[in-house]
């Protein structure tokens, strides 16, 4: 078996991870349809050409637990994550995207969160 070795890049553009994390059910308990999942990836992948989502119909990959105003609630939710460039256009998109992200999930909050990615080269 031959291998090719790739060229280097000479110039490495920072780039963040962005993680959302997307409820599987609304908060009445009833199962979001999962063409509101396949909406939002199909956004992601028009903006930033790709993404990764945990993968299982309807199998949770987290359960996120947190207390407000003494309740304790759980949330079965999906994790998509995609890299893209740290520039204002893309956080501009992100902050509009979580608006319409939690009207389109019916949720209080849609948590998103963004970390500098160092890539080994």
Excluded at 89 to 117: D, W
């Amino acid at each position: 078996m031959a291998f090719t070795r790739r060229k280097r890049r000479k110039h490495y553009t920072p780039r963040h991870q962005i993680e959302i994390l997307l409820p599987l059910f609304y908060n009445d308990g009833i199962l979001i349809e999962p063409e509101k999942v396949d909406q939002t990836v199909q956004e992601i992948v028009n903006e930033f050409r790709g993404c990764r989502i945990t993968s299982g119909e309807g199998i949770p990959a987290f359960n996120g637990y947190w207390v407000d105003e003494e309740t304790l609630y759980r949330d079965a939710v999906k994790s998509l994550i995609v890299e893209a460039p740290q520039t204002d256009t893309n956080f501009e998109f992100l902050s509009r995207l979580k608006k319409t992200l939690e009207r389109r999930f019916e949720q209080i909050e849609i948590y998103i969160t963004v970390q500098e990615v160092k890539r080994i080269v």
